[in-house]
């Protein structure tokens, strides 16, 4: 049995300008870190030098694992396979341009054994430009008006969720937008806490203005479909 705690989870598509730094930032986090925890690099077909990077980080550092793809199969897709391979009772996730802090998993766990997820919200301090602010603001308020989840910011890539759950969202691409809506579908309960944002210093977005609007509007008719088709049960005895 295992004595890791949490399992990060970092989606990886052409960030070998990030790797060095945000490894640098999660060697020291872990170090002053009362949980133990480690990282698992999800390679999503990089075409730069990421896969040669993180297998070099790897054999660096005994907390850091990888899982390659053999080609580009976008975010979901590596989000879920980061959720099936995770053996920890909590499951985290942040992405690899460090505009969150790992720091503030710290905030996120004060709360992950009451809530079974737990966001972080960046609406106060958001370090990006006029038209990605304005861009994601839309898009969160068109998923708030589907879901009804309550979230104000849902594409925050700071998330802590308890990995019974996370591992029984039946994802599908462009639900990595939905995940607190996943949650409730499962019954289960749902936080967001407000943490640190950063501007991007290298590498570049992979998402422009109109997959971040027209992406989540059609997700949105995507989860309506999910969540009417969803089954849910609850076991309240059995012989075995």
Known sequence: MENFKLTIIVPVYNEAENLHRLADVFRAYFKQSNHKMKLLFVNDGSKDESLNIIKQLCEENDCFQYLNFNKNYGLSTAIKAGFDHVTTELTGYIDADLQTHPEDFDLLLEHAQEYDLVTGNRSKNRKD??????????????????????????????????????????????????????????????????????????????????????????DCFAYLWMKKKYINYKIESKSC
């Open 129 to 218: 430009s006029m038209v990605k602010n304005l861009s994601s603001t839309i898009a969160n308020g068109i998923r708030r008006l589907f879901t009804q989840d309550g979230m104000d910011d849902t594409g925050c890539p700071l998330k802590i969720i308890k990995t019974s759950y996370a591992q029984n969202i039946p994802m599908f691409r462009g639900l990595h937008r939905f995940l607190p809506a996943m949650i409730l579908l499962q019954n289960g309960t749902v936080k967001q806490v407000d943490v640190r944002h950063f501007p991007r210093i290298a590498g570049t977005a992979n998402f422009g203005l109109i997959n971040r609007l027209v992406g989540p509007l059609t």
